[in-house]
């Protein structure tokens, strides 16, 4: 996001969004106040467009965040070791039954790098996990030394 909150990649404004906002309410109230039905209709009508569009730019931002989330998890990028790895595997043995040498090496480089990445998010899953068991441990002598009191 840029300086003046505007999330370019959406053409979303929060100065603009916040000032239709209470240039609606402005509307509304006057209408209200004056008995000009058509100047307070609008006034709403201004008032919810603007605050529909900063819900759902809010919610587009939490649906990015989770997606961001589950690719950055150590589990989904020990899956995509195992893809880049099998897909490295099968474009290697494909390279030497066809004889092209470029592609065997493309596809062993291809199965090295699945397995370092599946290696590296494993060992992070498995300390997440111990990590977790360690947790539980700790609550569960907790809730035992309470109990015993």
């Known amino acids: 996001m840029s300086s003046d909150?505007?999330?370019?990649?959406k053409g979303f404004s929060t100065v603009s969004n916040t000032?239709?906002?209470a240039m609606g309410a402005v509307?509304?109230?006057l209408g209200g106040l004056t008995g000009n039905q058509e100047t307070k209709e609008s006034g709403d009508s201004q008032y919810y467009a603007a605050k529909g569009e900063a819900d759902q730019h809010k919610k587009d931002q939490e649906q990015e965040k989770k997606i961001n989330?589950?690719?950055n998890d150590p589990k989904t990028q020990a899956g995509q070791g195992v893809i880049q790895t099998a897909t490295g595997?099968?474009?290697?043995?494909?390279?030497?039954?066809?004889g092209d040498k470029e592609m065997t090496?493309?596809?062993?480089?291809s199965?090295?790098?699945g397995q370092a990445r599946f290696d590296d998010n494993a060992a992070k899953v498995q300390k997440e996990q111990q990590a977790k068991e360690q947790q539980a441990k700790e609550q569960q002598a907790k809730e035992?030394?309470?109990q015993a009191e």
């Open 144 to 146: 035992q030394a309470q």
């Open 19 to 21: 000032a239709s906002k």
């Open 105 to 109: 090496e493309s596809g062993l480089q």
């Open 111 to 113: 199965k090295n790098e």
């Open 69 to 71: 989330d589950l690719k």
């Open 5 to 9: 909150n505007t999330d370019s990649s």
């Open 27 to 29: 509307k509304s109230a």
């Open 89 to 98: 595997t099968v474009k290697n043995i494909a390279g030497g039954l066809l």
